[in-house]
C-alpha cells in the first residue's frame, strides 16, 4: 500500500471513530478529513503578515457564523490568524473554539 493510500484510510478511519461527517459542517472551513488535522494539531496564532494583504487585520471566521439581534452575521476584525488554515481568528476564544469544535 503507498503512503497516500494509507493516510487517506487513516483519515477515513479517524473519522468514522471521532464521527464527524460532510454534513455536519459549516461554513469555510476545510473538509471533514483535515478536520483530524485541524483539531489535533499544534496551531498558534500569528499576526496578520501585512506583506501579503494591504490589510492589518481579517475577518473572524468563528464570529461571522454568529448571528446578532438584528438578524444579521457578526463582522469582526481580527489582527490574528492560523497561518496554517490561512483563516483570521480572534485570539480569545474564537482560536481555541476553532481548533477544538468539530462543529464549527
Do not use: W
Not at 478511519?13 to 469555510?28: F, H, N
Not at 463582522?75 to 477544538?100: D, I, W
Amino acid at each position: 500500500m503507498r503512503q497516500v493510500e494509507f493516510r487517506k484510510k487513516l483519515i477515513e478511519r479517524l473519522i468514522e471513530v471521532t464521527g464527524c461527517s460532510v454534513s455536519t459542517r459549516r461554513g469555510p472551513f476545510p473538509k471533514s478529513e483535515e478536520n483530524v488535522v485541524r483539531l489535533t494539531g499544534r496551531h498558534f496564532p500569528s499576526y496578520v503578515d501585512e506583506s501579503e494583504s494591504s490589510k492589518k487585520s481579517r475577518k473572524c471566521a468563528v464570529c461571522s457564523l454568529k448571528i446578532n439581534q438584528n438578524s444579521k452575521r457578526v463582522l469582526r476584525e481580527s489582527r490574528f490568524e492560523c497561518k496554517n488554515y490561512n483563516v483570521g481568528l480572534c485570539v480569545a476564544p474564537c482560536f481555541e473554539m476553532y481548533h477544538t469544535d468539530p462543529n464549527l
